[in-house]
Structures are given as C-alpha cells and as structure tokens.
C-alpha cells in the first residue's frame, strides 16, 4: 500500500495543513463546462455520504469539514488511487466549502476534485459536484465515454457575439449566448472531442 493511499484511507489529522486563510473571502467561480472540470480534476467518483465531522490538526490552525464516504464507482483517478474513503472542504461556502447532506443511502453524489500534495482529495464549490439524480443521461454517458477523450480540445465560452472558432481543436459553447444560462443545452447534452476529420466538435450523447 502506497503512502498516497494510506492518506485516503486513513486521513491522520496531521495531514490537515490546508488553511482557509489561503482562500479569498468570496468563492467566486469561473462559468466551465462540465467536460472541463472533469478534464481539470484527477479523481472522479460516485459516492454516498456516511458522516461529517469537524476537524483541525492543531489548535491555531483552521477547522475543516471532514467527510466519510462510501465511494461506488471510480469515473477517473484509476491510476492514483484505489479507494476514497475520506474528502475534506473549507468549513464556509465564502471559502468555497461544499456542504453534501448525509445518511442519503439511496441518493449518491458525483464528486471531482484533485489530491492535495498530501493525498487529501480536497473539495470546492466550483468543482463538478452534483446529486447523482440531478445529473443528465447524456452527462452520464459523457462521464463514461466522451468527456476524457476530449481533454486535449479547448472549450471557449461565449457570451457576446461575435464568436467564432479560430483554432481545429476548439469548441464554442454558446449556452448563454442562446440561453441566458451557463447551464443549457451544451452542458446537459454535448461533448467535445475529436471526430473522424481529427478537429473538436460537439458531439450529443443521445440523439
């Protein structure tokens, strides 16, 4: 067992050295496509949610949420880890802290994020973090099979026209262009990634 997965499984509160003083007062999040926050983290998980408990790691250190879960499925992060059995978050959402509610055994949380260079799995409000239920089929379907394969393409948002690709390897995301919402048609449907021309375009999940 390596010490990476030794810190997952079994988080000491010595490893708690991150401190919310780093963080800005106000948690504010850049608009990004799910497909670029899945490509941003290197874990990717399904899980419930078995406890939560406040921790430090020493008395003039900051608290931190600490949460047990109980992960069911490994989207991303095979390689890095076998198992998370514990995800941390800044105690205030002002500091981007994720409140997940627990005891839900039927309800499951589709969780990104990326280890600390301790092996914490460190979460933010502005990582992909979702209700299981609340997630599309076709988004369920880009987790599986389409999102990571267009990691290496670039997402341009748009929001004022005009807007227009200049590159082979970019896809305009024209959701609040069209929609007035960030999280429109293109998010709850489409990938990018490359097709049999080999340039990035979008691709819907379901007809």
């Known amino acids: 067992m390596t010490p990476l997965l030794n810190s997952l499984l079994f988080p000491p ?15 504010n999040c850049r608009p990004a496509h799910p497909q670029e926050e899945i490509c941003e983290s290197n874990i990717v998980i ?28 490994m989207f991303k992060g095979f390689e890095m880890v076998k198992e998370v059995k514990y995800v941390f978050t800044a ?14 055994k039927q309800k499951q949380y589709l969780i990104s ?16 973090i979702k209700k299981w239920h609340e997630v599309t089929d076709s988004q369920k379907i880009n987790l599986k099979n389409n999102y990571q394969k267009g990691c290496d393409c670039t997402i341009t948002h748009c929001r004022t026209e005009p ?10 995301w024209t959701d609040w262009l069209k929609e007035k919402k960030n999280c429109g048609h293109q998010a709850d449907n489409s990938a990018c990634f490359k097709g049999s021309e080999g340039t990035c375009s979008w691709h819907n999940a379901l007809p």
């Open 91 to 104: 105690i205030s959402s002002a500091a981007c802290g994720v409140d997940l509610e627990v005891g839900m």
């Open 13 to 27: 509160l010595l490893l708690l050295t991150l401190s919310i003083q780093d963080l800005t007062e106000a948690c």
């Open 113 to 128: 994020g990326n280890l600390s260079n301790n092996g914490m799995l460190i979460l933010y409000l502005c990582d992909f």
């Open 46 to 73: 399904l899980a419930n949610i078995l406890s939560k408990t406040v921790v430090k790691d020493s008395p003039s250190s900051e608290e931190m949420i600490q949460y047990e879960i109980k992960q069911t499925k």
């Open 163 to 172: 807007c227009s690709t200049t590159k082979p390897h970019e896809c305009l």
